[in-house]
């Protein structure tokens, strides 16, 4: 994850667990309280170095409250990795090396993909192609990371 594109996930991030924490004790249309559990940003743990680095990031730049919005998984077996994936409500794409095929995983899951295009290399028309193919053609645009933030009015 390049420096930018963390940054603007997590902005967008911290707006929407905002948004979430200001109406948690909504209710539904059956009068119950909405039991959905917080926003996170799932990443692929890949050493301690890099949690510990992003943690400090986080803590520094966003508040102690926003270090809990991380979970950091483990590799998975495939059916696992698929569960887990299903589970998520939006897959943020990476523009540095884009999606490929865990892009069509969360596609085939029923995930939305939102995919930052640079148009630099083959593979950032990557996440275009799967959104066009898998997807309404008419949700991939070329933007800058701060769509993100607004991305979820697409979903």
């Keep these: 994850i390049d420096p930018t594109t963390f940054r603007c ?36 743990r890949s050493g301690e170095e890099m949690e510990r680095n992003l943690r400090d990031l986080v803590r520094t730049e966003f508040g ?4 809990e919005a991380m ?3 483990d590799v998975a077996e495939r059916n696992e990795h698929l569960r ?12 540095s090396y884009n999606a490929h095929t865990l892009g069509c995983d969360a596609l085939y ?7 930052l295009l640079r148009g630099f290399k083959n593979a ?10 898998f997807a309404d053609a008419d949700l991939v645009e070329e933007s800058t990371n701060e769509n993100i ?7």
């Design 71 to 73: 979970v950091f998984a």
């Design 84 to 95: 887990r994936l299903g589970c998520a409500d939006v897959f943020l794409d990476t523009p």
């Design 9 to 44: 996930w997590m902005r967008a991030l911290s707006r929407v667990r905002s948004e979430y924490f200001s109406r948690v004790n909504d209710k539904n249309e059956s009068g119950y309280p909405q039991m959905r559990a917080p926003p996170v940003l799932w990443l692929l």
């Design 149 to 155: 933030i607004s991305g979820k009015e697409h979903l």
């Design 109 to 115: 899951m029923g995930v939305p993909m939102i995919s």
């Design 124 to 133: 950032d028309t990557i996440g275009e192609c799967e959104g066009e193919r």
């Design 64 to 67: 102690q409250d926003m270090e």
